[in-house]
């Protein structure tokens, strides 16, 4: 049996690589859904943010949790088990610092963050062995 060669021209779009992950994980991956909690008064004060911070007013109805006010954290809001620390795309994250990190990775289970603090070199280096070794990274950067 042959098998196709296909030729992938420069800034052609190539599929990213997926995860090999189950039926049953993909299925709770994909209800995985949490409405956007949100501060009181944020949209009164710019300064205030929409970072979650918790009522703690005496006549405050969020803290009273009134039905016409947005949703509160809650332990049923919880990630099940199975996918809790997963990306979207299946995969475990893992922090890469420098070329030495990629060694331990397992392209099949996961992919690699570029730390904050790596430099545009560097960068690019981590890349291209990534590529090479069919891991796929999360914050490419272009």
């Not at 803290?63 to 995969?91: A, E, Q, V």
């Not at 099949?108 to 960068?123: D, F, N, P, Q, Y």
Request: charged share 40%; proline share 6%.
């Amino acid at each position: 049996m042959e098998e196709e060669v296909k030729i992938v021209e420069e800034g052609e779009y190539t599929p990213k690589k997926k995860a090999k992950i189950d039926e049953e994980t993909k299925k709770l991956l994909s209800k995985k859904k949490k409405p956007k909690f949100l501060r009181q008064q944020w949209f009164q004060f710019k300064r205030l943010g929409m970072k979650w911070r918790r009522p703690k007013g005496r006549h405050s109805k969020l803290r009273k949790s009134l039905g016409y006010r947005p949703p509160k954290p809650k332990i049923g809001y919880g990630t099940p088990k199975k996918i809790r620390g997963l990306h979207p795309s299946g995969f475990k994250e893992k922090i890469v610092y420098c070329l030495k990190d990629l060694e331990n990775v397992d392209a099949e289970r996961e992919a690699i963050r570029i730390a904050h603090g790596v430099g545009k070199k560097k960068r690019m280096e981590i890349i291209g062995i990534a590529d090479e070794k069919g891991i796929r990274v999360l914050n490419r950067g272009v």
